[in-house]
């Protein structure tokens, strides 16, 4: 979880999403140099997170006209990290029943100004806000990787207070991101919707046998002038993570095909999740598995 000063920002949780978060909100520093928290009950996924920022910012900050680092500390406590917070950003695994204890606590605790955002890679916020009080300071603030990508995601919980959602618009170019806001609720959001339907074809023509994930990725990259490709980006983010946003499109259609699901299934059961594991859809990466 993460907060920034010229007042803090904090981020709470450090998995691959929480990285993502926190190389984000580390962006605070863009402008006002300021400070970030990150909260994750884990010592050791605190650490592997601000090692992560500390690797991939400068690079980041460098490309940024009159850009300046802020800072990230990470913090034991949910009570240190909410102090003068005037932004939250959660980014624990996407489990429903997590997010609902979390965002209850979270509005229990923190300043009555300070704006709750989730980090959720698909879910809506309205659905794990039943049991907040100020729904109103609730929305999405989803984040994309790498960190170069830097637009955001903004969402309503349906009860967002609209004047929350311009503060944001406002605030947050000057922290090096850039803001859009879905008018209405969607599933992943504006871009993550259309780009879960590239995924799902990608996985598709693999799990059918018509291609392999690097030759997709080469002819992706050829046709795009894509730096990445699809199939590495997914072992970027998590092949675990990608298997749960499928897992949560297909709850909502149940005629979305199986094979995409069945060929992650393939690599999740069997530990390859990807860059975190040292394995995925490619196996060169050399942080490797003594990370994992």
Not at 56 to 64: C, G, N
Not at 197 to 208: C, G
Not at 259 to 269: A, I, K, M, Q, S
């Amino acid at each position: 979880m993460g907060v920034c000063e010229r007042e803090p920002l904090l981020e709470l949780g450090s998995s691959l999403s929480g990285r993502q978060g926190c190389g984000a909100v580390a962006y605070c520093g863009d402008e006002f140099g300021g400070l970030v928290r990150l909260y994750d009950l884990s010592a050791d996924v605190r650490t592997a997170a601000l090692d992560y920022v500390a690797a991939e910012l400068p690079e980041v900050v460098a490309s940024r006209p009159g850009a300046t680092e802020g800072r990230v500390v990470g913090v034991d406590t949910l009570e240190a990290a909410l102090d003068d917070a005037w932004l939250v950003i959660e980014a624990v695994p996407e489990r429903l029943d997590l997010k609902r204890t979390l965002f209850a606590d979270l509005d229990r605790i923190a300043p009555a100004d300070t704006i709750l955002a989730s980090n959720s890679l698909s879910y809506a916020s309205r659905l794990f806000v039943d049991r907040v009080e100020h729904k109103e300071r609730v929305l999405n603030m989803h984040f994309y990787m790498p960190p170069a990508q830097n637009a955001v995601d903004l969402m309503s919980d349906g009860a967002t207070d609209p004047a929350i959602i311009e503060r944001l618009k406002a605030e947050l170019p000057r922290y090096g991101v850039h803001p859009f806001e879905a008018r209405r609720e969607s599933t992943g959001f504006i871009f993550n919707r259309v780009w879960a339907a590239i995924k799902r074809e990608a996985l598709s023509v693999v799990a059918d046998g018509v291609t392999t994930p690097d030759e997709f990725d080469a002819m992706f990259q050829v046709n795009t002038g894509a730096k990445v490709g699809v199939f590495r980006m997914m072992d970027q983010v998590g092949l675990d993570a990608v298997l749960d946003i499928e897992n949560h499109y297909a709850a909502e259609n149940p005629h979305l095909p199986e094979g995409p699901r069945r060929l992650l299934h393939e690599y999740v059961d069997t530990g390859r999740l990807g860059v975190k594991t040292g394995r995925g859809f490619y196996d060169d990466y050399a942080t490797a598995a003594s990370d994992a």
